[in-house]
């Protein structure tokens, strides 16, 4: 239990601040930057994968669509998510990645598993998310100030 607390705990320092050094990555090329992230988060996910999976090649030799295929829709992601902190600015991008992930992210197991609340407890989801949404607007409006708005929007 307290390594899975440590690897939750590693994943959020990586996940939370690869955007940092986007606003001084020169004289690197946007390419150089990401590939350096990349390389280190790749090393990271195997040597986890490989001590908490000993057969991780067998696993993976199993099922090797699925691993490939989850694998080249995070890559997408990562990159378009990387791209647009380099467009719009890390407030825009993290308050809109935010805001719909927590939408997402709390209705979307309930939908799949037709497990919806009805009731008094779906107005205490509905009234909760509104109020997450809402938190994650004024965190984004205030980021977009701080930083003197988003670079590329008028």
């Known amino acids: 239990m307290v390594v899975g607390f440590a690897l939750l705990f590693a994943a959020g320092i990586f996940q939370g ?33 490989w001590i908490q999976v000993p057969s991780l090649p067998e696993f993976i030799k199993y099922y090797k669509i699925l691993p490939v295929f989850c694998g080249m829709l995070c890559g997408i992601s990562a990159v378009g998510f990387s791209k647009a ?17 927590t939408i997402v992210g709390s209705v979307m197991p309930m939908i799949l598993n ?13 009234i909760g998310l509104i109020l997450t949404v809402i938190g994650v ?18």
């Open 17 to 49: 601040s690869f955007g940092l050094g986007y606003k001084n990555y020169k004289p690197f090329s946007w390419a150089a930057f990401w590939g350096i992230y990349c390389l280190l988060c790749m090393v990271t996910v195997i040597g986890v994968a």
């Open 114 to 126: 037709s497990a919806l609340p009805v009731g008094s407890d779906a107005v205490k989801l509905y």
């Open 137 to 154: 607007i004024i965190i984004t409006v205030a980021g977009v100030r701080r930083d003197g708005g988003a670079k590329g929007l008028p």
């Open 85 to 101: 902190i380099d467009k719009i600015g890390m407030s825009m991008v993290y308050g809109i990645s935010m805001g719909i992930s």
